[in-house]
T-cell receptor
Framework: AQSVTQLDSHVSVSEGTPVLLRCNYS??????LFWYVQHPNKGLQLLLK??????LVKGINGFEAEFKKSETSFHLTKPSAHMSDAAEYFC???????????????FGQGTTLQVKP | NAGVTQTPKFQVLKTGQSMTLQCAQD?????MYWYRQDPGMGLRLIYY???????DKGEVPNGYNVSRLNKREFSLRLESAAPSQTSVYFC???????????FGPGTRLTVL
């Protein structure tokens, strides 16, 4: 069964410093992986997705993530944090691949990013 | 083209009351999903529907029923609400390649 673990429940950075949100996944095949962001009292917005193309994926708002199969990781990074990045971030793995893909998503527990001025 | 819409946005119920959460998508997608979001647990799948007229249980189906009467709409019903069902509920629908899910704005439900 697929699963995803976000290694930090809370990350605090200063504005202008790098952001690293860690995610490890477990899957019996090469999965599709996603990062979603949720600002307070808002819905979910897709930041980026990995679907077996380039291992370095660029997303919106300067975020990127690198798929590392050997480490079963999909960490989210940003070179310079902005105050508007403060939100909750979810690492997500899809359930199934190809013809067995059900479209169901399995979410990590979430990481709250705090950005200090 | 509104994507995925949900009603209501907020609801407060008393224990034992019933209600139905409505979800509709205008993207002509086959699949639709209901998730609940609780602090520290991410989103968990309640029920899903792979196509019109079919439904299947997800990870946390107890206390819920669903109905997929047509391709566009997928409703979630709480027959007898319990405080443990206090949560934020999201409806979602993936694109054809399942490479992205489109989420509704959510329904914040409080059961007293």
């Amino acid at each position: 069964a697929q699963s995803v673990t976000q290694l930090d429940s809370h990350v605090s950075v200063s504005e202008g410093t790098p952001v690293l949100l860690r995610c490890n996944y477990s899957s019996s095949y090469s999965p599709s992986l996603f990062w979603y962001v949720q600002h307070p009292n808002k819905g979910l917005q897709l930041l980026l997705k990995y679907t077996s193309a380039a291992t370095l994926v660029k997303g919106i708002n300067g975020f990127e993530a690198e798929f590392k199969k050997s480490e079963t990781s999909f960490h989210l990074t940003k070179p310079s944090a902005h105050m508007s990045d403060a939100a909750e971030y979810f690492c997500v793995v899809s359930d199934g691949v190809g013809s067995s893909n059900t479209g169901k998503l399995i979410f990590g527990q979430g990481t709250t990013l705090q950005v200090k001025p | 083209n509104a994507g995925v819409t949900q009603t209501p946005k907020f609801q407060v119920l008393k224990t034992g009351q019933s209600m139905t959460l409505q979800c509709a998508q205008d993207m002509n997608h086959n699949s639709m999903y209901w998730y609940r979001q609780d602090p520290g647990m991410g989103l968990r799948l309640i029920y899903y529907s792979a196509s019109e007229g079919t439904t299947d249980k997800g990870e946390v189906p107890n206390g819920y029923n669903v109905s997929r009467l047509n391709k566009r709409e997928f409703s979630l019903r709480l027959e007898s609400a319990a405080p443990s069902q206090t949560s934020v509920y999201f409806c979602a629908s993936p694109g054809r390649s399942y490479n992205e899910q489109f989420f509704g704005p959510g329904t914040r439900l409080t059961v007293l």
